[in-house]
């Protein structure tokens, strides 16, 4: 996955756009309607300038408190991603504000534990290839993604497969610090690491799942193959791909088992 720049989807500025005028038009304060809606007054901020999704929480607090009449609420169900499309940018949009983040990735370690060694080597291995100032600019917005990883109240879950642990795109010292730096991560208590064994795949090897679990409870899958991408939020092909992570869940090692793995890999190399 090739993090890019890009500007925050055209319905959440639109709708933040909206949020802001009917609260100045109804003489409500950001933090009055950051206070009554259990937000902090920057999430608020973030909403209005549409650089996080507007929840349904805030619209309908917002709807009540400046008597829009439930013309910001209508605005929710159109907030959500449209059918598949090619839209990685969109994707770390929803990232920044998962509560569970469900990852299946066979051929690659994934971005949120790569090492900046790994990483380096991906990117530079692109094709075509990028100069090095673009290099450098993914290698700096992928070590921004990781700080994800720092939310203690988001729970997550990977599936790694066993091809990127067991043949490296790095030198052996440096695969070596990537595969303990797996070993960290999965010590947080709201991570979960399990490796999946060549010999279990239930589905073919060319493609990287993800699911997310938005505030709301609402779900977004993003399906990753041959360098092209697809988000979908559509709740039927979602729970398909929730199912999907379930049944690669059950199947792959444990995670005690998966350290063990991993474990012993570092200690041959």
């Known amino acids: 996955m090739g993090e890019v720049e890009s500007q925050p989807p055209i319905g959440w500025r ?43 929480r805030v619209l309908q607090v917002a709807d009540q408190m400046c008597g829009a009449g439930g013309l910001l609420e209508a605005a929710h169900p159109f907030l959500k991603p449209e059918g598949p499309r090619s ?22 370690i994934p971005g949120l534990l790569q090492t900046e060694e790994t990483m380096r ?8 290839p990028v100069d090095d100032a673009t290099v450098e600019k993914r290698v700096a917005l992928r070590l921004d993604r990781q700080e994800l990883l720092n ?30 730096r797996i070993l960290e991560v999965g010590q ?20 990287a799942i993800m699911v997310l679990e938005l505030p709301g409870h609402d779900q ?3 399906e990753e193959a041959h360098a092209t991408g697809a988000l979908y939020g559509d709740p039927a092909r979602v729970s398909a791909y929730a199912q999907k992570h379930a049944v690669n869940g059950r199947v792959a090692l444990s995670p ?14």
């Open 14 to 56: 639109y709708c933040g756009d909206q949020l802001k005028l009917w609260r100045q038009r109804a003489g409500v304060s950001r933090e009055e309607l950051a206070k009554e809606a259990g937000y902090g007054y920057e999430t608020i901020k973030s909403m209005e300038q549409g650089r996080r999704r507007p929840s349904l």
């Open 151 to 180: 939310k203690q109240t988001v729970a997550f879950s990977f599936v790694i497969g066993e091809l990127p642990l067991r043949y490296a795109v790095v030198e052996k010292e440096a695969q070596k610090r990537q595969l303990l």
């Open 220 to 222: 977004i899958a993003y």
């Open 121 to 128: 080597a991906l990117f530079n291995s692109a094709w075509p």
């Open 256 to 269: 005690a088992e998966s350290a063990r793995f991993i474990r012993e890999l570092s200690e041959e190399l």
């Open 87 to 108: 839209v990685v940018q969109d994707f770390f949009q929803y990232e920044e504000e998962a509560i569970a983040y469900s990852s299946c990735e066979p051929m690659f």
């Open 188 to 207: 947080q208590r709201n991570v979960t690491t399990q490796v999946m064994p060549l010999d279990r795949y239930r589905e073919g090897l060319d493609r």
